[in-house]
């Protein structure tokens, strides 16, 4: 198997897995689903309408039906929860909340 098929598989293997997620995750709890997958209410009927075998042909593309939104690197610090040399055992949750906030802010700039 060839470097690009491998790839290929890989992205299916993900893009299938994400759209199980989402779909579960939609039926759960649609307003919550909306806001950690950042999609759109459209977008969360199609998916959640979506059969098995539609599933797999839709993630059979070579492209990924996901990304990641943290494109900064701040909130990848503050994600990661790296310690601050100067401040040992601080408490994480501040700066969890930080990211969510930040996170937040850019799925409703993604919908508008």
């Known amino acids: 198997m060839s470097v690009e098929q491998k790839l290929a598989h890989e992205i299916t293997e993900i893009n299938l897995s994400y ?3 989402a779909q579960q995750l939609i ?15 459209e977008v969360a009927d199609l998916i959640d309408t979506l059969k098995p075998s539609q599933m797999l ?3 059979g593309g070579n492209t990924l039906m996901c990304r990641l ?10 994600l990661a929860e ?9 408490e994480k949750t501040a700066e969890r ?6 996170m937040a802010g ?3 700039e993604s919908v508008e």
């Open 27 to 41: 039926r759960a709890d649609r307003p919550t689903a909306l806001f950690r997958l950042g999609i759109t209410d």
């Open 69 to 78: 939104r943290v494109d900064d690197a701040m909130v990848w610090g503050l």
């Open 82 to 90: 790296h310690a601050r040399a100067d401040q040992p055992g601080r």
């Open 106 to 108: 850019r799925y409703e």
């Open 97 to 102: 909340l930080h990211a969510s906030i930040l």
């Open 19 to 21: 759209l199980i997620l």
């Open 57 to 59: 042909k839709v993630a």
